[in-house]
């Protein structure tokens, strides 16, 4: 018989573990693309590059499996099989965390996606905090049957795995359902961009050098004005500190740049007014008909209604370039930075409408529709 202070203990650890995968799975499915990111990211730290072209994949799945083991968790569905995936999975990711914060050089372990973002040592901590949650919901359900699902059951795993792999897939396909990045509707770029290049201007960076009293074996620090540590006889070099470091800009903000050949045309397109369209194309080779199709109809929409329209891509133009979608008149396009085009825009090619240098609305391609 299990103790009532056991069956409350691991009730509380449920809910709680359950609400922490829920939150972490679902930030993290509604941007499958950052989360693809992010696991190339590894692949690459770990030298597993040639598993990169699964990446996307692999990100709906895993996004899918941790909302999925969530809401089976928060809903007591088969309880004890859940919380062994649960113990397995928290396992392997706080090893992997711990491995992140001390030997690989790793910011952000995207653990809560763009949502929340926590640095290595951090994630480790709270990796170290759920971890015993689940295995106390694991021990109060080792002795009951894994896979004996009953009728509710299997109904619910249903509608669980296509809730959780739904919300990865659409998002995909269509753009996140909840934006958690900078360039989110109702974003004005320019602003964003000055009010960041700011704060860098403003950051000053103050150098710290430790150093080691070779006699009494005593740490000092000194200011790198301080010429007394360059007694190599008395002093042993420790490390250097940075304080006051500049701060790490978000998404690339303040590397917003669009230009050509001509050069920087960043301010003079995001405080243009009214409305500007810009296409933005991954790779122009791998456009689809369908898509250069829908592109065409913004940019005859464009010439209908007086609407400024560019191409943005990442692909190198050595010169002054016109594009024509699917037919269209041709339209000049203009360099942007592959990260930053892909933090504006989770889509291989779409289009953002800018309205006076606010984001008003974003499309991945297949969802562009012009009246």
């Avoid at 509608?159 to 396909?173: D, E, K, L, P």
């Avoid at 050069?263 to 810009?278: A, N, P, Q, S």
């Avoid at 329209?309 to 190198?316: F, H, Y």
Wanted: glycine share 6%; aromatic share 12%.
């Amino acid at each position: 018989m299990v103790s009532r202070g056991l069956n409350i203990l691991s009730h509380i650890c449920r809910i709680a573990a359950a609400v922490v995968f829920i939150f972490s799975g679902f930030v993290k499915a509604v941007d499958p693309w950052g989360t693809a990111l992010k696991v190339n990211e590894y692949l690459s730290i770990y030298g597993l590059e040639e598993l990169m072209p699964a990446s996307m994949i692999f990100s709906i799945w895993l996004c899918g499996a941790e909302l999925m083991m969530g809401l089976m968790l928060f809903f007591k569905v088969r309880t004890r099989l859940i919380s062994i995936f649960a113990l397995v999975s928290m396992i392997f990711f706080t090893v992997l965390t711990f491995l992140s914060a001390t030997w690989i050089p790793v910011e952000d372990c995207g653990c809560f996606g763009d949502a929340l973002k926590l640095t290595p040592w951090q994630t480790f901590f709270k990796n170290l905090l759920i971890l015993p949650m689940v295995v106390v919901v694991w021990y109060r359900y080792r002795r009951h049957s894994a896979f004996a699902f009953s009728r509710r059951e299997l109904i619910l795993t249903a509608t669980f795995c296509t809730i959780a792999m739904g919300v990865g897939v659409y998002s995909y396909f269509n753009l996140p359902i909840m934006d958690f990045l900078p360039y989110k509707k109702g974003a004005n770029i320019y602003e964003m961009i000055n009010s960041q290049r700011h704060e860098i201007e403003e950051a000053e960076e103050e150098y710290v050098l430790v150093y080691r009293n070779r006699r009494t074996g005593k740490l000092r620090e000194f200011s790198i004005d301080d010429t007394e540590w360059q007694n190599d006889e008395k002093w042993e070099w420790v490390e250097t500190r940075v304080e006051n470091e500049v701060p790490n800009v978000e998404a690339l903000v303040s590397e917003f740049l669009i230009s050509d050949a001509e050069g920087d045309v960043t301010t003079e397109i995001l405080t243009r007014k009214g409305l500007v369209y810009f296409i933005c194309v991954t790779n122009f080779d791998r456009l689809n008909d369908k898509c250069a199709a829908r592109l065409r109809g913004v940019i005859e929409y464009a010439e209908q209604n007086d609407v400024y329209v560019v191409c943005l891509t990442p692909e190198p133009l050595e010169e002054v370039y016109f594009h024509s979608f699917g037919g269209s008149q041709p339209i000049r396009c203009y360099n942007i930075d592959a990260t930053v085009m892909k933090t504006m825009l989770r889509a291989r090619n779409g289009l953002v409408v800018l309205q006076d240098g606010v984001i008003k609305d974003k499309f991945n391609c297949r969802m562009i529709e012009m009246e």
